[in-house]
C-alpha cells in the first residue's frame, strides 16, 4: 500500500474504506471490479492502484482496519472494564453499533470475508481472524469470575458459542437479502443476550 493513502484527507481516506467495504460485502471476492470501488470511493481506477497495488492488498487492508476499528471502539467503551460478561457484551454491542452508524456496510463485510472461500486471500483471512479473536477472548476471559456462572461451565468455549452464533445470525441476515439495519441488530442482540444471561449464569 502506498504512503500517499494515510496522508489523503481524513474524510477521502473513509470514502475509499467504505466504497470497498460496501462493494466487497455485497460480491465475493472474485466479482468484486476495483473500477466499481473506484466509481463509489469518487476516485479514478488508477489513482486507487496507486494507492493499493491490486485487489488483495486493498482487500486484506480492508479486513485489517474492520479489525483495528472494531477493537478500537471496544476499548473506547470500556468494553473489557466491568467484572461482569453479559455487560461486557452489552457494552460490545453499543460500541459495534456506533461503529455501523460510520461504516454502514463494514459489518457485512467482516461476515462475507469470514466466509470467502478464494484461494487468494481466505488463507490469510483466516490466519489474521484467528489473531484477532485471541485477543478478543483473552480481554473478555481474563476478569471473569467462575463462581458467577453455571457450575462445571468451561467458560472459553461459552464466550466461543455466543461469538459464532452472532456471526451466524449475522450470515443468515445477509444470506437472505436483508441489510443490516442497526435497530433490528440491536433489538435481536438484546435479546439474545438476555436468553444467553438465563442459561449460563447461576
Not at 463485510?109 to 481472524?129: H, L, M, Q, T
Not at 489473531?131 to 471473569?144: D, P
Not at 467458560?155 to 451466524?168: D, H, T
Not at 442482540?189 to 449460563?200: D, E, G, M, N, V
Request: charged letters at 30%.
Amino acid at each position: 500500500m502506498n504512503e500517499k493513502f494515510y496522508a489523503l484527507p481524513r474524510e477521502k481516506q473513509q470514502a475509499v474504506i467504505n466504497a470497498g467495504f460496501r462493494v466487497f460485502s455485497r460480491n465475493t471476492y472474485k466479482k468484486s471490479p476495483m473500477q466499481e470501488i473506484a466509481g463509489c470511493a469518487g476516485v479514478s481506477k488508477s489513482l486507487l492502484f496507486h494507492y493499493f497495488r491490486n485487489k488483495k492488498e486493498l482487500y486484506l487492508f480492508l479486513w485489517d482496519q474492520a479489525a483495528k476499528i472494531t477493537l478500537e471502539a471496544l476499548t473506547r467503551y470500556g468494553c473489557y472494564e466491568p467484572p461482569d460478561l453479559f455487560e461486557m457484551m452489552e457494552r460490545g454491542m453499543r460500541a459495534k453499533l456506533a461503529v455501523m452508524r460510520i461504516y454502514p456496510d463494514m459489518a457485512a463485510f467482516a461476515v462475507r470475508a469470514f466466509y470467502e472461500k478464494d484461494p487468494e486471500i481466505c488463507g490469510e483471512i483466516r490466519k489474521s481472524y484467528r489473531y484477532y479473536f485471541g485477543l478478543k477472548a483473552q480481554n473478555a476471559l481474563s476478569g471473569l469470575d467462575p463462581e458467577d456462572f453455571v457450575p462445571g461451565l468451561d467458560l472459553e468455549l461459552m464466550y466461543r458459542e455466543m461469538y459464532l452464533a452472532s456471526e451466524g445470525y449475522l450470515w443468515e441476515m445477509l444470506r437472505q437479502g436483508d441489510s443490516l439495519d442497526v435497530d433490528t441488530l440491536e433489538k435481536d442482540f438484546t435479546r439474545l443476550l438476555a436468553f444467553w444471561k438465563t442459561i449460563y449464569s447461576k
